[in-house]
């Protein structure tokens, strides 16, 4: 019950966010001036909070196991989207292999991985998003892109997420600690992200056109792929490869997130199908709150000890 508590408040918060663009108090104005806040100032000082621990052996292995976990499981998703749907052409495949890859695991995934295993989740859940951000700026325009544009390293390597976790990773490695009331201080702004993070997404969808949505079946195949059909291949793969424990919670949980939120302004960024990326984005995160908690109760029943 515990954990079905922690998802469920996760949700009223979304509902928070809902309502709140429902009655006018948050605009897309708002919207993006939370997301940048999200990005550039809460998320990355979470982040650096998550680190700021001492240099422990086995911590290290496991986060390293994450990491390449990631890695494969994005490339790997880059090729099942290609092949799943195959049988559709132009922006719609385009869109349609990117939400295949590339799940909410920032947004979505830090608070639920910290609403579940508390700063550690946030720790691994970090590595995990280094292969995610490298594969968004390289597969992702690969995908958008019919002129292959050649990638910007700049923002792959110099974006405030992954610059915190590099940051982190220094700290961690060296056992460098923050003076205690700058600790407390990110800690303290670090919190922010779950709530933020939720009504962000809260008001996200609920301007959105819900009837637009409803009728596209492609838009729930999308759904299908990226809430069940990906977590389960991931599931299923490091069961039998022996892992357990935080390794596989985390990567497991990171892949079960809805489609990703930058999905449909990488859409818009590359003259794309906007209006598909919203649908699967909506459809994803609606159906969500329905496969989140099974996954959940599948990585508690076959992850074994977690700590």
Known sequence: MGVVNEV?????LISVGALA????????GMNRGLAELLLNVTMPLMIL?????????????TALKVFLFSAFFHTFSFYLGGFLFRRYSGQERQVLRFTAIFSNCAFMGYPVLYSLYGKIGVFYGSVFTVPFIISLWTLGIYLFRS?????????????PGLLAVLAGLVMFFLSWHLPSPVAKAFDMLGATTTPLSMILIGSMLA?????EVIGDRKVYYAAFVRLLL?????????YVCGVR???????????????????AAFAEKFGSDTALASRCVFVSTVFSIVTIPVFIALVNRLAGPLF
């Open 8 to 12: 469920l408040i996760l949700f009223l």
């Open 147 to 159: 002129d292959k544009e050649k990638v910007s390293w700049g923002k792959v390597f110099f974006n």
């Open 207 to 211: 301007g959105m056109p819900f009837r």
């Open 230 to 238: 990906v977590p389960a291949i991931a599931l299923g793969g490091m």
């Open 21 to 28: 663009r429902w009655r006018g108090l948050i605009d897309p």
């Open 245 to 263: 424990g935080l390794a596989l919670g985390v990567c497991v949980l990171s892949l079960a997130m809805p489609v990703a939120a930058n999905t």
């Open 49 to 61: 909070g998550a680190f700021n621990i001492a240099f422990d052996a086995d911590m290290a292995a």
